[in-house]
T-cell receptor
Framework: DAEITQSPRHKITETGRQVTLACHQT?????MFWYRQDLGHGLRLIHY???????NKGEVSDGYSVSRSNTEDLPLTLESAASSQTSVYFC????????????FGQGTRLTVV | DQQVKQNSPSLSVQEGRISILNCDYT??????FLWYKKYPAEGPTFLIS?????DKNEDGRFTVFLNKSAKHLSLHIVPSQPGDSAVYFC?????????????FGTGTRLKVLA
């Protein structure tokens, strides 16, 4: 069965370190998204991609970057981790057609100490 | 500026009764609306959706209503079951404008009491 997987599921890192969260989907979806979930803020869009070599900033992109070198993967990099980036991160993907839903991974809980 | 709003952070309902979750949006370009359900330590899962050309979509116990003039949608769960206890997010997108990203609300935590 097609799926979307995130790794690691949990990570603790120190302030200032670079961190990369992995996202891999086997749906062959063109569209991929990164969200963060915080209490009182819901799911906020960080970055998204509509295909290979395409990346776009979402509403909370400062301090994050993504790259899309193939269809299956969209890694999220925190250039210099900050305590404000402690959160649960979700990757999602969706197909190209109109009126389609996004499928989410299980999430990565990141703690920056 | 929050384009999708869920003004009720939490809702408690007795088992067997109706649960009504509300969502408001501000962007008139949105043309597709979705509801997701999220259990703790899991990713959100798709529940039901509605296109802007409709005002109602039903799937079993779940019905979504869309009022475009009021920029308001609601999710009705009838009858509510304890397994429905979760956080519910509404989301919106504007596919016809070529934008495939999904904007989410802040979520409503539903607790169904046995």
């Amino acid at each position: 069965d097609a799926e979307i997987t995130q790794s690691p599921r949990h990570k603790i890192t120190e302030t200032g370190r670079q961190v990369t969260l992995a996202c891999h989907q086997t749906w062959n979806h063109n569209n991929m998204f990164w969200y963060r979930q915080d209490l009182g803020h819901g799911l906020r869009l960080i970055h998204y991609s509509y295909g290979v070599q395409d990346t776009n900033k979402g509403e909370v992109s400062d301090g994050y970057s993504v790259s899309r070198s193939n269809t299956e993967d969209l890694p999220l990099t925190l250039e210099s981790a900050a305590s404000s980036q402690t959160s649960v991160y979700f990757c999602a993907s969706s197909g190209q057609g109109l009126n389609t839903e996004a499928f989410f991974g299980q999430g990565t809980r990141l703690t920056v100490v | 500026d929050q384009q999708v709003k869920q003004n009720s952070p939490s809702l408690s309902v007795q088992e067997g009764r109706i649960s009504i979750l509300n969502c408001d949006y501000t962007n008139s370009m949105f043309d597709y609306f979705l509801w997701y359900k999220k259990y703790p330590a899991e990713g959100p899962t798709f529940l039901i959706s509605i296109s802007s050309i409709k005002d109602k979509n039903e799937d079993g116990r779940f019905t979504v209503f869309l009022n475009k003039s009021a920029k308001h949608l609601s999710l009705h769960i009838v009858p509510s079951q304890p397994g429905d206890s979760a956080v519910y997010f509404c989301a919106a997108s504007s596919f016809t404008s070529g934008t495939y990203k999904y904007i989410f609300g802040t979520g409503t935590r539903l607790k169904v009491l046995a």
